[in-house]
């Protein structure tokens, strides 16, 4: 169980175009779903937490108008990184959550979606 | 201040071997939970092991331990009798009581397992 997919699983792009990343949790309702993107080498950064039905909240420092982030049902949230620029490339990792409470609720992974933008 | 510190980019470790992964972290907060995260070449992370601030008993799944010592703020992973596969990116995360429940990773480390 728990399973999260991710679409696609790379994309090579141009400057200036848009990309579309989804997240789908595949054997649970997820209310809350993660965006992350990670560099390198280094570690996750959050972007943004999404809850189903309601706009999603951005981090410090990330713009909300470049990565555009859509929770339209309680399996699916998309990412989609309008006029990508080559220091967008990335590794863009969503997570999901079933939000039944406590704190030990896990946050579930999926495989994550590297953009490399030229 | 850094939230979760991991303060071994990388380490080495025979195969059968038991092997800790450090990681400390600070927070006001009385109610927090500790998780760690395994992340192979390949991307994904996998979830590892979870440890309450309130658990009386460190937690343990399969080869995977967690020493948890709340005085000093720590919560090292221990994999015992470590194989070839373990060999990947861990990352400790924590996350807060309250309203969020966002996770803050640390920097990770860097697990090779030498045959």
């Known amino acids: 169980g728990a399973v999260v997919s991710q679409h696609p699983s790379w994309v090579i792009c141009k400057s200036g175009t848009s990309v579309k990343i989804e997240c789908r949790s595949l054997d649970f309702q997820a209310t809350t779903m993660f965006w992350y993107r990670q560099f390198p080498k280094q570690s996750l950064m959050l972007m943004a937490t999404?809850?189903?039905?309601?706009?999603?909240?951005?981090e410090q420092g990330v713009e909300k108008d470049k990565f555009l982030i859509n929770h339209a049902s309680l399996t699916l949230s998309t990412l989609t990184v309008t006029s990508a620029h080559p220091e967008d490339s990335s590794f863009y990792i969503c997570?999901?959550?079933?939000?039944?409470?406590?704190?030990?609720?896990?946050?579930?992974f999926g495989p994550g979606t590297r953009l490399l933008v030229l | 201040a850094q939230k979760i510190t991991q303060t071994q980019p990388g380490m080495f470790v025979q195969e059968k071997e038991a092997v800790t992964l450090d990681c400390t972290y600070d927070t006001s907060d009385p109610s927090y939970g500790l998780f760690w995260y395994k992340q192979p070449s390949s991307g994904e992370m996998i979830f590892l092991i979870y440890q309450g601030s309130y658990d009386q008993q460190n937690a343990t799944e399969g080869r995977y331990s967690l020493n948890f010592q709340k005085a000093r703020k720590s919560a090292n992973l221990v994999i015992s009798a470590s194989q070839l596969g373990d060999s990947a990116m861990y990352f400790c995360?924590?996350?807060?009581?309250?309203?969020?429940?966002?996770?803050?990773f640390g920097t990770g480390t860097l697990l090779a397992v030498q045959p």
């Open positions: 997570s999901a959550s079933q939000d039944t409470g406590g704190l030990q609720e896990t946050q579930y």
């Open positions: 999404s809850n189903e039905g309601s706009k999603a909240t951005y």
């Open positions: 995360a924590m996350r807060e009581g309250g309203a969020t429940n966002k996770l803050i």
